[in-house]
């Protein structure tokens, strides 16, 4: 089965630093999600992005979260200063169509430790 | 708001045994709700999925799960747990009209004993 690859599987950064977290979703999709998973709580979503915009985005996904294709394969999340409460397990997943009519395949995730 | 309860944090089951797993959920209409699971290492899979029509779901690696609207549970079930199915299962809700949206249970935790 096709897969969406998230690099690296875990990242460690100072506070106040920005951090890049990258995503291959499967080839032939066309919708893209951020998650994340603070550890001991749920997994929230952050951000869906379609047609190259944001189509929706959390109360979570503020001025600090931008997402960017920048090719034609790859998704980032990127967070422009990083604070001790980002420190979260971070999903990618992808969709060939919208919610109702496909389901969504979900990275490995990226461990993102920020001290 | 929309929310989702996994009443159960961990479970330890005997392999063989049959299996189900808890869900409730709060929406304000007839929602969408997704059963997935996570081995260790591993991405969220998606088991099975209810959109409308009939209440019980069939899904992947012989596990079923069946709407029930006046209780508002979606309750994941297996007739027979193998060792492989040890891994954490989150329930989810689809938020109509969202572009993937989901709100996510907190998981329950599933051990098998041999």
């Known amino acids: 089965e096709p897969e969406v690859t998230q690099t690296p599987s875990h990242q460690v950064t100072q506070m106040g630093q920005e951090v890049i977290l990258r995503c291959v979703p499967i080839?032939?999709?066309?919708?893209f999600y951020w998650y994340r998973q603070i550890l001991g709580q749920k997994v929230e979503f952050l951000v869906s992005f379609y047609n190259n915009e944001i189509s929706e985005k959390s109360e979570i996904f503020d001025d600090q979260f931008s997402v960017e294709r920048p090719d034609g394969s790859n998704f980032t999340l990127k967070i422009r200063s990083t604070k001790l409460e980002d420190s979260a397990m971070y999903f990618c997943a992808s969709s060939k169509d919208r919610l109702e009519n496909e389901k969504l395949f979900f990275g490995s995730g990226t461990q993102l430790s920020v001290l | 708001a929309q929310s989702v309860t996994q009443p159960d944090i961990h479970i330890t089951v005997s392999e063989g045994a049959s299996l189900e797993l808890r869900c409730n959920y709060s929406?304000?209409?007839?929602?969408?709700l997704f059963w997935y699971v996570q081995s260790p290492g591993q991405g969220l899979q998606l088991l099975l999925k209810?959109?409308?029509?009939?209440?019980l779901v069939q899904g992947i690696k012989g596990f079923e799960a069946e709407f029930k609207r006046s209780q508002s549970s979606f309750n994941l079930r297996k007739p027979s747990v193998h060792w492989s199915d040890a891994a954490e299962y989150f329930c989810?809700?689809?938020?109509?009209?969202?572009?993937?949206?989901?709100?996510f249970g907190k998981g329950t935790k599933l051990s098998v004993k041999p």
């Open positions: 989810a809700v689809g938020v109509r009209g969202s572009q993937g949206n989901l709100i």
């Open positions: 080839s032939n999709h066309l919708y």
């Open positions: 209810y959109f409308s029509g009939d209440t």
């Open positions: 929406y304000g209409a007839t929602p969408y």
